[in-house]
């Protein structure tokens, strides 16, 4: 356009370059013309130039009109995914994003291999070999947000994030270590950094389906203490700590001045809890005692150090076969570690641990300097607070979804004779017609005339409402948690992200009609490293043609090989399996790092 102004300014002066006005009559055609183009008329059309610009706005008004429905009506399905751990990430990997607008939304930004924890916590492994970035994880199909949803409206379906002065914002560690001043008397050191980098707006977001993926946290049963004196073993920053901590325990041991009872309870390390995570660190532990610290510290080894296991059952990894527990043991025996079984931790303080053995009540003092707990989960804090919200008249199973509020709804459709009761036909009709909507009447469907005949109290051969009631509510309360571990999760969240993408209608919530499976674990064994380049592993449940085998627990050399090749192939991307060979290598050739920092 301000080339067409020049061009008519120059026209004008080139009419009369001598004279300095123009006549009416002189400046007509030449404003009629510029006129003309600038209104995006000609004084002369075709008919083909009118039918290309006819075209031209049919097709401008097309793009216009497809971009508004897809702006508006054509808006996909947001689908919110709280959290990154083993649920989330393979939930957010095999989503289809052409079908949802997907968001995750989460306090920590990586992925973290949480079974590795045990060998970050003595230099075996370094910290950025078990963390992969999220963002590298999902991509940029995925939208990610850094914050911490504190509340849900089921209702309204809005989740709400970053609530100042409630819940700070974590980076997935522990929260009081970062924010909060340590609550030790001595003993330990802090240095907490006041910056303005982290501002976190409070906000809401609406959603369509939410997954709530939070996993965790560690269970205290209430033991005095525990919170301020011992070390959780849950996060990179716990194992961070644990590492610091045992290189402050040998350092303080070596001043010239301490006693020898101060000595041997500074290098007395305390581990409670017998399951994967307590073994694996306690055999790490032994590891790093004999191979690299008793060459800078050899009286120290050989005189002082000592390590304790405790556990509250009469043996260790009780979720594995019998015999994998008996050779744990034994293998731990020769390794120098102190096995305490029946026994419970009343209390934990700053230089000791007060136990108790099963059926005494005596109170026994086991001075110590480092006391790391391995010992169970309880549900988060927002996973109890939507229970609360939902109802614990609905939600009362802690392990599963009850509905005793469709109860009426399944007697009447049940009851297509409307009389008023159940036969044990219909009943079975029911329970084979819902067993896929309702998997825990799988429990019923195996003895169906039983259940029938225990609700049945008045024994008249048919059920009321109320009978009905409580033969599936005894369904809800027999259903048996999946145990707390890293392949269910996983499987978990692939299975949720093959629902939805299988979901032809995101509003219904009947299953059946829409062809879609229940969920079916497929236990693929247990394994855990023992220490001595030695590892157990169970294959009970796993996949049928182990069982067809008949395959029997596997421990030694050979189970430390097929230990490291299934963490080796679980690493989720490039980076990290090469990371944790080097890692393995180094610790192998140059042994590992002993500094604090």
Not at 264 to 279: A, C, I, M, S, W
Not at 457 to 471: C, N, W
């Amino acid at each position: 356009m301000l080339s067409r102004s020049v061009s008519l300014l120059q026209q004008l002066a080139k009419t009369n370059d001598s004279r300095r006005y123009l006549s009416l009559k002189q400046l007509n055609p030449i404003i009629n013309r510029n006129l003309a183009w600038f209104s995006g008329q000609s004084t002369k059309k075709t008919f083909g130039e009118r039918l290309k610009r006819r075209l031209k706005n049919f097709l401008i008004v097309t793009v216009i009109g497809f971009g508004t429905y897809y702006g508006t009506l054509g808006t996909k399905p947001r689908v919110v995914v709280l959290g990154t751990g083993w649920g989330a990430v393979p939930l957010l990997k095999h989503i289809d994003t052409e079908k949802y607008e997907v968001v995750c939304v989460s306090p920590r930004n990586y992925f973290l291999m949480t079974p590795l924890l045990p060998p970050v916590s003595v230099g075996t492994v370094e910290t950025r070999t078990v963390i992969e970035s999220i963002r590298s994880l999902i991509g940029p199909r995925v939208k990610y947000v850094e914050a911490h949803c504190v509340s849900v409206d089921p209702k309204a379906k809005v989740i709400s994030c970053n609530t100042d002065g409630e819940q700070p914002v974590s980076r997935g560690d522990d929260v009081k270590t970062i924010l909060i001043p340590s609550r030790r008397a001595g003993g330990s050191s802090s240095r907490i950094i006041k910056d303005s980098a982290r501002v976190r707006p409070s906000f809401d977001m609406k959603y369509d389906i939410l997954v709530v993926s939070v996993g965790s946290e560690n269970n205290t049963f209430n033991t005095p203490g525990l919170e301020e004196h011992a070390h959780f073993l849950k996060e990179v920053l716990d194992a961070r700590h644990i590492r610091s901590a045992i290189s402050d325990a040998f350092e303080s041991a070596m001043t010239p001045t301490q006693t020898p009872a101060e000595r041997k309870r500074l290098l007395h390390f305390v581990v409670v809890g017998g399951g994967p995570t307590g073994v694996e660190f306690a055999a790490e532990l032994a590891i790093l005692v004999r191979e690299d610290l008793q060459i800078y510290f050899p009286r120290l080894v050989a005189n002082d150090v000592k390590i304790a296991l405790i556990e509250a059952l009469d043996h260790i990894l009780s979720m594995m076969d019998k015999q994998i527990s008996d050779y744990t043991e034994r293998h731990f025996h020769r390794e120098n570690i102190d096995v305490l079984m029946n026994t419970f931790v009343k209390e934990v303080k700053q230089h000791e641990v007060v136990v108790q053995l099963k059926g005494s009540d005596e109170l026994k003092s086991i001075p110590c300097s480092v006391v790391v707990w391995a010992t169970g989960i309880k549900p988060r804090a927002l996973t109890n607070k939507l229970r609360e919200i939902i109802g614990f008249d609905i939600q009362s199973n802690r392990m599963g979804l009850t509905y005793r509020s469709i109860f009426t709804l399944l007697f009447e459709e049940a009851d297509a004779e409307r009389r008023g009761t159940l036969d044990l036909q219909q009943f079975r009709a029911l329970v084979e017609r819902k067993i896929t909507e309702f998997p825990q009447l799988e429990i019923i469907s195996k003895s169906i005339e039983k259940a029938f005949e225990e609700a049945d109290k008045d024994k008249s051969g048919t059920l009321t409402l109320a009978e009905l009631h409580s033969a599936l509510g005894k369904a809800d309360t027999k259903i048996r948690a999946l145990p707390a571990t890293a392949q269910v999760a996983s499987q978990e969240g692939s299975f949720v992200a093959d629902l939805l993408n299988q979901l032809k209608d995101t509003q219904s919530n009947n299953y059946e009609q829409q062809n879609l499976k229940s969920f079916r674990y497929k236990h693929m064994g247990s394994l855990a490293y023992v220490g001595g380049d030695e590892a157990v592993v169970d294959f009970t449940g796993s996949k049928p043609i182990l069982d067809m085998f008949n395959l029997k627990p596997l421990s030694g050399r050979s189970a430390a090989y097929l230990w490291k090749s299934f963490y080796l192939t679980e690493m989720f991307t490039g980076r990290t399996k090469t990371l944790l060979a080097f890692d393995w290598v180094r610790t192998q050739f140059f042994g590992r790092d002993i500094s604090r920092y």
